[in-house]
Nanobody, 124 residues
Framework: QVQLVESGGGSVQPGDSLTLSCATSGITFNRYAMGWFRQAPGKEREFVAAITWTGGSTFYADSVKGRFTISRDYVKNILTLSMNNLSPEDTGVYYC?????????????????WGPGTPVTVSS
Protein backbone atom coordinates (compact mmCIF):
# COMPACT_ATOMS: atom_id res chain seq x y z
CA GLN A 1 0.00 0.00 0.00
CA VAL A 2 1.32 3.40 -0.98
CA GLN A 3 1.39 5.93 1.80
CA LEU A 4 2.43 9.55 1.62
CA VAL A 5 2.58 11.75 4.69
CA GLU A 6 3.37 15.45 4.54
CA SER A 7 4.89 17.47 7.34
CA GLY A 8 6.45 20.85 7.94
CA GLY A 9 3.48 23.11 7.41
CA GLY A 10 2.72 26.00 9.68
CA SER A 11 1.98 29.69 9.97
CA VAL A 12 4.58 32.15 8.77
CA GLN A 13 4.85 35.78 7.76
CA PRO A 14 5.36 37.11 4.24
CA GLY A 15 8.96 36.79 3.19
CA ASP A 16 9.62 33.83 5.45
CA SER A 17 10.85 30.44 4.35
CA LEU A 18 9.43 27.04 5.04
CA THR A 19 10.35 23.51 4.07
CA LEU A 20 7.82 20.77 3.59
CA SER A 21 8.63 17.08 3.65
CA CYS A 22 6.79 14.06 2.35
CA ALA A 23 7.63 10.68 3.79
CA THR A 24 6.83 7.85 1.43
CA SER A 25 6.29 4.14 1.81
CA GLY A 26 4.93 1.35 -0.33
CA ILE A 27 6.52 2.64 -3.51
CA THR A 28 9.77 2.16 -5.27
CA PHE A 29 10.75 5.74 -4.68
CA ASN A 30 13.17 6.03 -7.54
CA ARG A 31 10.56 4.80 -10.04
CA TYR A 32 7.86 7.37 -9.37
CA ALA A 33 7.62 10.95 -10.44
CA MET A 34 6.59 13.08 -7.49
CA GLY A 35 4.78 16.34 -7.17
CA TRP A 36 3.59 19.01 -4.79
CA PHE A 37 0.16 20.57 -5.04
CA ARG A 38 -1.77 23.05 -2.99
CA GLN A 39 -5.34 24.06 -2.45
CA ALA A 40 -6.34 27.42 -1.08
CA PRO A 41 -9.64 27.81 0.76
CA GLY A 42 -12.49 27.91 -1.71
CA LYS A 43 -10.25 27.25 -4.69
CA GLU A 44 -9.32 24.31 -6.86
CA ARG A 45 -6.23 22.27 -6.24
CA GLU A 46 -3.31 23.57 -8.25
CA PHE A 47 0.02 22.26 -9.35
CA VAL A 48 3.07 23.59 -7.56
CA ALA A 49 6.10 21.55 -8.53
CA ALA A 50 7.15 18.16 -9.84
CA ILE A 51 10.27 16.08 -10.13
CA THR A 52 10.91 13.16 -12.42
CA TRP A 53 11.60 9.68 -11.13
CA THR A 54 15.28 10.08 -11.86
CA GLY A 55 15.39 13.45 -10.18
CA GLY A 56 16.98 14.86 -13.28
CA SER A 57 14.21 17.27 -14.20
CA THR A 58 12.02 19.58 -12.19
CA PHE A 59 8.96 21.59 -13.09
CA TYR A 60 7.37 24.54 -11.36
CA ALA A 61 4.24 26.57 -11.58
CA ASP A 62 4.93 30.09 -12.77
CA SER A 63 3.66 31.43 -9.47
CA VAL A 64 6.40 29.69 -7.49
CA LYS A 65 9.23 29.55 -9.98
CA GLY A 66 12.41 30.98 -8.53
CA ARG A 67 11.10 30.76 -4.98
CA PHE A 68 10.35 27.07 -4.46
CA THR A 69 12.64 24.11 -4.93
CA ILE A 70 11.52 20.50 -5.16
CA SER A 71 13.96 17.72 -4.40
CA ARG A 72 14.01 14.08 -3.41
CA ASP A 73 16.20 12.06 -1.10
CA TYR A 74 16.66 8.55 -2.45
CA VAL A 75 18.20 7.30 0.78
CA LYS A 76 15.41 8.41 3.11
CA ASN A 77 12.64 8.20 0.48
CA ILE A 78 11.58 11.73 1.26
CA LEU A 79 10.25 14.39 -1.07
CA THR A 80 10.98 17.97 -0.09
CA LEU A 81 9.63 21.35 -1.06
CA SER A 82 11.75 24.29 0.00
CA MET A 83 9.76 27.49 -0.08
CA ASN A 84 11.36 30.92 0.07
CA ASN A 85 9.99 34.43 0.11
CA LEU A 86 6.51 33.25 0.91
CA SER A 87 3.53 35.45 0.22
CA PRO A 88 -0.11 35.29 1.32
CA GLU A 89 -0.96 33.83 -2.09
CA ASP A 90 1.00 30.74 -1.09
CA THR A 91 -1.48 29.95 1.65
CA GLY A 92 -3.18 26.60 1.33
CA VAL A 93 -3.04 22.95 2.14
CA TYR A 94 -0.05 21.40 0.46
CA TYR A 95 -0.24 17.86 -0.82
CA CYS A 96 2.40 15.40 -1.82
CA UNK A 97 1.56 13.16 -4.76
CA UNK A 98 3.09 10.22 -6.56
CA UNK A 99 2.79 9.14 -10.14
CA UNK A 100 0.35 6.41 -11.07
CA UNK A 101 -1.92 5.28 -13.87
CA UNK A 102 -5.45 6.56 -14.17
CA UNK A 103 -5.03 9.53 -11.90
CA UNK A 104 -5.27 13.26 -12.31
CA UNK A 105 -3.00 14.69 -14.98
CA UNK A 106 -0.82 17.73 -14.43
CA UNK A 107 1.66 18.68 -17.11
CA UNK A 108 1.58 15.23 -18.64
CA UNK A 109 2.02 13.28 -15.42
CA UNK A 110 -0.74 11.23 -13.85
CA UNK A 111 -0.82 11.42 -10.07
CA UNK A 112 -2.66 8.61 -8.34
CA UNK A 113 -1.35 8.62 -4.80
CA TRP A 114 -1.88 11.53 -2.45
CA GLY A 115 -0.99 12.42 1.08
CA PRO A 116 -3.45 13.95 3.56
CA GLY A 117 -1.86 17.38 3.23
CA THR A 118 -0.15 19.85 5.50
CA PRO A 119 -1.44 23.41 5.90
CA VAL A 120 0.62 26.48 5.17
CA THR A 121 -0.61 29.90 6.20
CA VAL A 122 1.20 33.05 5.18
CA SER A 123 -0.13 36.22 6.75
CA SER A 124 0.99 39.40 8.44
Amino acid sequence: QVQLVESGGGSVQPGDSLTLSCATSGITFNRYAMGWFRQAPGKEREFVAAITWTGGSTFYADSVKGRFTISRDYVKNILTLSMNNLSPEDTGVYYCAAEGSGGSYYNGISYTYWGPGTPVTVSS
